[in-house]
């Protein structure tokens, strides 16, 4: 079948991707510089028999579409900045409950009201532990157009996989730059759909392997009895203030990602097979990232780029094995070191970590990286 090209905008192509694994629910708040997700939400989702609910605030919107997850249809919302900072709450109650819902963030300048119409990347840290308690959750970081289809296409894919709430974290870059884009044809795309449990008799929420396993999960209104609450709970959803049950469930729901990295990670490279110093980043900061490494290695340098695709779980596999060629690994972002971070525990001393932030709400020219790593070396 022929490919579908078109000239698309980040925020468009987040919305073609949802649409092409099954989006049918989307209720949101618009806010700078998400606001074009909800918008062609609501023009295409009747087309398909969806539906598209502008909510009073974002509190309402991720609790809207966590109830649209438990009737069974794939939900999703997107926000920015303040208003992810008001779904944690819901964020939370759904990792404990076990439903799979995506939230887009199209970052932006903060903390509070910040620069709505600049670009950063300082959610990394409060997408992975901006809900209280341990919590298992799916990060994905598109770094280009195409990539905003694909990874929230994936997204939906590991929410229902896993029953965890999976984030896209892009950020107004990515969101608003436009690029010419390859789409499959729709009859090649092929959504993961739920598993079901086979009958209502007996049927259990969350009875799953202790070790990681992913229970069943029935709709609400098909005949299915069970009870979803935010406290901890046993395998009929009842709640428990049992020590061994609340220890049970907790590190079923985190061995339930921690055993499948491998399923899950993902990150594009160039030149790391024999890099002396090597680039680690993400979303719009890899773009002058990857023209700063195809520099250095016209110039005789051996660098290397590695752009992660999931923040969370952490790629530490493939940082780790960076770390064992690079003897420099240098971390360009648009925060203040919140990647940087992570890369520094995984190397633990085994090569320099050199930090390249930016916060002045404009994204990284090639140049401003370039001199920070030859100013660095």
């Known amino acids: 079948m022929p490919k579908i090209v078109k000239l698309m905008q980040g925020n468009e192509a987040c919305t073609a991707g949802a649409l092409a694994a099954g989006l049918r629910f989307y209720a949101g708040y618009p806010i700078t510089p998400s606001t074009e997700i909800a918008e062609l939400c609501a023009e295409e989702l009747p087309k398909v028999g969806?539906?598209?609910?502008?909510?009073?605030?974002?509190?309402?919107?991720?609790?809207?579409?966590?109830?649209?997850?438990?009737?069974?249809?794939?939900?999703?919302?997107?926000?920015?900045?303040?208003?992810?900072?008001?779904?944690?709450?819901?964020?939370?109650?759904?990792?404990?409950?076990?439903?799979?819902?995506?939230?887009?963030?199209?970052?932006?300048?903060?903390?509070?009201?910040?620069?709505?119409?600049?670009?950063?990347?300082?959610?990394?840290?409060?997408?992975?532990?901006?809900?209280?308690?341990?919590?298992?959750?799916?990060?994905?970081?598109?770094?280009?157009?195409?990539?905003?289809?694909?990874?929230?296409?994936?997204?939906?894919?590991?929410?229902?996989?896993?029953?965890?709430?999976?984030?896209?974290?892009?950020?107004?870059?990515?969101?608003?730059?436009?690029?010419?884009?390859?789409?499959?044809?729709?009859?090649?795309?092929?959504?993961?759909?739920?598993?079901?449990?086979?009958?209502?008799?007996?049927?259990?929420?969350?009875?799953?392997?202790?070790?990681?396993?992913?229970?069943?999960?029935?709709?609400?209104?098909?005949?299915?009895?069970?009870?979803c609450t935010g406290l901890f709970h046993d395998e009929s959803g009842a709640p428990s203030n049992k020590g061994e049950v609340a220890d049970r469930l907790l590190r079923r729901l985190m061995l339930k990602i921690e055993n499948n990295v491998a399923d899950i990670s993902d990150y594009a490279s160039e030149g790391i097979e024999d890099c002396e110093l090597a680039v680690v980043t993400f979303g719009s900061s890899a773009m002058s990232s990857l023209s700063v490494v195809r520099r250095l290695r016209k110039e005789g340098v051996k660098a290397g780029l590695l752009r992660l695709k999931t923040l969370w779980p952490f790629p530490e596999a493939a940082v780790r094995e960076l770390a064992a060629r690079a003897k420099t690994i240098y971390v360009p972002e648009m925060n203040l070191g919140q990647l940087a971070l992570e890369v520094e525990r995984v190397v633990a001393g085994r090569s320099r970590v050199v930090r390249i932030g930016k916060v002045t709400g404009e994204l990284f020219r090639p140049e401003e990286i370039y001199n920070a790593i030859m100013g660095a070396k």
């Open 50 to 227: 969806g539906k598209f609910i502008q909510m009073e605030d974002e509190i309402g919107s991720v609790a809207a579409i966590i109830g649209a997850s438990l009737a069974g249809k794939k939900a999703m919302t997107a926000t920015s900045g303040p208003g992810f900072s008001l779904m944690q709450e819901c964020i939370g109650y759904a990792s404990l409950c076990e439903i799979p819902i995506v939230i887009v963030n199209v970052q932006r300048m903060g903390p509070s009201t910040g620069m709505p119409t600049s670009p950063a990347q300082a959610d990394v840290m409060q997408a992975r532990w901006g809900t209280h308690g341990d919590h298992p959750v799916i990060v994905l970081a598109p770094g280009n157009v195409r990539e905003c289809f694909e990874l929230t296409l994936r997204a939906f894919d590991l929410s229902e996989k896993y029953r965890v709430p999976v984030i896209v974290l892009t950020d107004e870059v990515i969101g608003h730059m436009r690029e010419k884009v390859e789409l499959p044809d729709p009859a090649e795309v092929h959504p993961l759909r739920r598993a079901m449990p086979a009958a209502p008799a007996g049927y259990k929420p969350y009875a799953a392997d202790p070790n990681g396993g992913v229970p069943l999960m029935a709709p609400f209104g098909e005949g299915y009895r069970w009870h």
